[in-house]
């Protein structure tokens, strides 16, 4: 018998997604197979419009796929109830959006724990330890207390990479994470998930336009017409 380590930490098998109904029904992933390993740190491609996003959002159980299999950790979500799917994303997986989504009037430290402290009712002594570490981690120990609009767009996306980082995930999904930023901070970005995916063994699936950071990948997948190519 296979020891439950030993399953991949996500596998998808003729995953289908259908945005809309009758007429206006539009079929954007049809029948995609994916296996990800624990660990690795992964370039998603693929044309605009061609589903990364949504890929990234069924991994992350915010969005339901039409059919087929998808199992994490071993474990089947496809049809799960909501509960379980929440219970899933807050324990397995983190985020990390093109634009950071940071509470602006919220400091660094605030911004990193705020999704903590909510799901927790309580903002713990430990949740502030915990991300004081993390901001340290992604270099920014000297902003913690610095209001979100006074830090550059580089050093939100890393605020951005902490937040995600403060349960812990197996998983991080970088939806274009460096979409919205220069080329030097993009590159910091990069260091930085490169650093979390060796240090902390967290896996990344990156999607991106951009051959120079699919470059700094491990793997790349690539979606065209629904599939994985
Ligand atoms: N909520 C939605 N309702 C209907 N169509 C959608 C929705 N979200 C995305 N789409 C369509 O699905 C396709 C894939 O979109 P998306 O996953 O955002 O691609 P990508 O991230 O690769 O640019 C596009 O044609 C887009 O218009
Ligand atoms: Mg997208």
């Given at each position: 018998m296979t020891p439950p380590d030993a399953a991949p930490l996500v596998e998808l098998r003729g995953l289908t997604k259908t945005y809309g109904e009758g007429e206006t029904a539009t079929m954007v992933l049809k029948g995609l197979d994916l296996t990800l390993e624990k660990g690795r740190m992964i370039a998603l491609l693929g044309a605009s419009g061609s589903g990364k996003s949504t890929l990234l959002?069924?991994?992350?159980?915010l969005l339901r796929p039409t059919a087929g299999r998808f199992t994490m950790l071993g474990q089947e979500l496809f049809g799960a109830d909501d509960a379980t799917l929440t219970d899933f994303r807050n324990r397995h997986i983190g985020f990390v959006f093109q634009f950071h989504n940071?509470?602006?009037d919220f400091s660094a430290l605030e911004n990193v724990i705020f999704p903590t402290a909510v799901r927790e009712g309580v903002e713990s002594a430990q949740a502030r330890l915990?991300?004081?570490?993390?901001?340290?981690?992604?270099?920014?120990a000297d902003r913690t207390h610095y209001r979100a609009t006074k830090l550059?767009?580089?050093q939100k996306q890393r605020v951005a990479v902490a937040r995600a980082l403060m349960n812990k995930p197996d998983l991080i999904l970088a939806d274009e994470p460096t979409g919205n930023l220069d080329s030097v901070s993009a590159q910091q970005v990069?260091?930085?998930i490169k650093v979390v995916n060796q240090r902390e063994g967290t896996t990344f699936l990156i999607s991106t336009h951009d051959e120079r950071i699919a470059a700094q990948c491990e793997g790349r997948l690539e979606i065209r017409d629904g599939r994985i190519i």
């Open positions: 959002n069924i991994l992350g159980t940071l509470l602006p915990r991300g004081a570490e993390l901001l340290e981690l992604v270099g920014l550059s767009g580089g990069m260091e930085l």
